[in-house]
T-cell receptor, first 110, second 114 residues
Framework: DQQVKQNSPSLSVQEGRISILNCDYT??????FLWYKKYPAEGPTFLIS?????DKNEDGRFTVFLNKSAKHLSLHIVPSQPGDSAVYFC?????????FGAGTRLTVKP | DAGVIQSPRHEVTEMGQEVTLRCKPI?????LFWYRQTMMRGLELLIY????????DSGMPEDRFSAKMPNASFSTLKIQPSEPRDSAVYFC????????????FGQGTRLTVV
């Protein structure tokens, strides 16, 4: 049973435009949410996170939005750059549990 | 610190053989996670440890899989006997405190069972 879902396996955007990656979760016990970025042949690396007490967290070109009532979060990248091309994993966690989605492959075209 | 270290990076083995994957977490991190990445399911949590004690192994697919953490600096994931459907990339990750903090991943072990 997938507790974290990323329903879009891939996304392609033009350089300079906005990339929006979506994630849904089912377990209301999750209270901390993270996005990881993964390049080929490397492990995932942490990108940005948000606590359940917030609805938005921004770090440079990256913003994560959380809608607790809908159990939905999204990652916005603006402007998108070719170097952002990677697989993005959404993660939802509580103190003793961390679950990942299946990932979304983002391709940013020059 | 060199980060989370996994070995080997690649493993090719024949069906029925025993496979052991190794992980050295970041020093001082008290949580260690084992994940398996597949195309269909993404990153699946297999098992995690807190202070060397297994906390949740409900993600371990079958009895063929076992994991140990004999001390704070070393963990193993063993598959015996291995099957072709076990082919995947296996990641180890550690966190400094709880699952609700940033996890640091190793580079993964790509396992191929033929």
């Amino acid at each position: 049973d997938q507790q974290v879902k990323q329903n879009s396996p891939s996304l392609s955007v033009q350089e300079g435009r906005i990339s929006i990656l979506n994630c849904d979760y089912t377990n209301s016990m999750f209270d901390y949410f993270l996005w990881y970025k993964k390049y080929p042949a490397e492990g995932p690396t942490f990108l940005i996170s948000i606590s359940s007490i917030k609805d938005k967290n921004e770090d440079g070109r990256f913003t994560v939005f959380l809608n607790k009532s809908a159990k939905h979060l999204s990652l916005h990248i603006v402007p998108s750059q070719p170097g952002d091309s990677a697989v993005y994993f959404c993660a939802a966690s509580s103190r003793n549990d961390m679950r990942f989605g299946a990932g979304t492959r983002l391709t940013v075209k020059p | 610190d060199a980060g989370v270290i996994q070995s080997p990076r690649h493993e090719v083995t024949e069906m029925g053989q025993e496979v052991t994957l190794r992980c050295k977490p970041i020093s001082g991190h008290d949580y260690l996670f084992w994940y398996r990445q597949t195309m269909m399911r993404g990153l699946e949590l297999l098992i995690y440890f807190n202070n060397n004690v297994p906390i949740d192994d409900s993600g371990m697919p079958e009895d063929r899989f076992s994991a140990k953490m004999p001390n704070a600096s070393f963990s193993t994931l063993k598959i015996q006997p291995s099957e072709p459907r076990d082919s995947a990339v296996y990641f180890c990750a550690s966190t400094p405190g709880g699952a609700d903090t940033e996890a640091f991943f190793g580079q993964g072990t790509r396992l191929t069972v033929v």
